[in-house]
């Protein structure tokens, strides 16, 4: 079955450079085994990274026994939904592209919360314009 994002659409994919997610595919697609809901594709910035290194998950430094090349500000990555909460409620919440973030998250995190850190950019500029 395929994985919906928290709009209601095909997930889309999050980054392929990096290459993210917890099936490193792209996509913030989950299971079972993906016991940190690695749901939410958030574009880090360095107030995040620093915050997330402060709760003791450095997503800075590559790790490449996980195939995880470090994360540098502007980066697109699928990130814990239980983390970035944390993030949100300590003021340091990373941006989220709602169209590749799996809806799974909506578990944990509501919609209203996410949508005040959206930043995707429609297919057509002129959507913009409104």
């Known amino acids: 079955m395929d994985?919906?994002?928290?709009l209601g659409g095909d997930l889309e994919p999050c980054s392929l450079d990096p290459l993210t997610g917890w099936f490193r595919d792209g996509a913030c697609r989950t299971g079972p085994e993906d016991l940190g809901s690695h749901t939410i594709c958030a574009v880090v910035t360095a107030e995040f990274l620093a915050h997330q290194r402060a709760i003791g998950n450095d997503l800075?430094?590559?790790r490449p026994q996980f195939r995880f090349p470090g994360l540098q500000p502007g980066d697109r990555w699928c990130v814990t939904a239980p983390n970035w909460l944390r993030a949100h409620q300590d003021g340091a919440a990373a941006p989220v592209v709602l169209g590749a973030t799996n809806e799974r998250v909506l578990e944990l995190v509501p919609l209203e919360v996410l949508r005040r850190y959206a930043v995707d950019v429609p297919d057509d500029a002129r959507d913009l314009d409104g």
């Open 3 to 6: 994985e919906r994002n928290v």
């Open 60 to 62: 800075s430094t590559p």
